[in-house]
């Protein structure tokens, strides 16, 4: 039986913690490293493939924007389309009853990218939806209503 471990180590800059598989000895090991899903953000929209491989995934948020920009990813439930529930995104509806739950929630400044990650094991057949929330003042629409939402199918 292989020796394998998984202990937390830092990434290059102190701060994303990410689970690196080390195995001992000469058999080889199970435990593949997260695939790593890049999201930019620009001024309103964001650039993410439509089609992801599962599983374990390290996800990063760039903001190529002028102004400050969330990712806030949710898994769908199942059977629920990402043009549903944007419509009842973009309406200020709750997202409660149409998704599993957030997966979590980047904030970066622009021309920056997120000093985290986050970690999750994408699951295939399932849909992700993201969107940004944020606005640029009190009078304006959120940046939701103006093209900030994508999602992306598991495969
Ligand atoms: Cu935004």
Known sequence: MPRCSVSPTYDHNYSALAAVAVCLGTLSCQAAPPRELQ??????????PTKVQGGPATIRFTNNGKVPHEMALGRLRLGMTADSVMARLTQGRD?????DGV?????????????G???????????????????????????????????????
């Open 39 to 48: 999201i930019v953000g620009t001024d309103y929209a964001f650039a993410v």
């Open 95 to 99: 997202p409660a009853d149409v998704t």
């Open 103 to 115: 997966v979590g929630i980047l904030i970066v400044e622009p021309a920056q990218t997120s000093i």
């Open 117 to 155: 990650a986050l970690q999750t094991d994408l699951l295939a057949g399932r849909t992700y939806v993201m969107i940004c929330q944020f606005r640029d003042a009190d009078s304006l629409p959120p940046h939701i209503a103006m093209g900030m939402q994508a999602s992306f199918t598991v495969e």
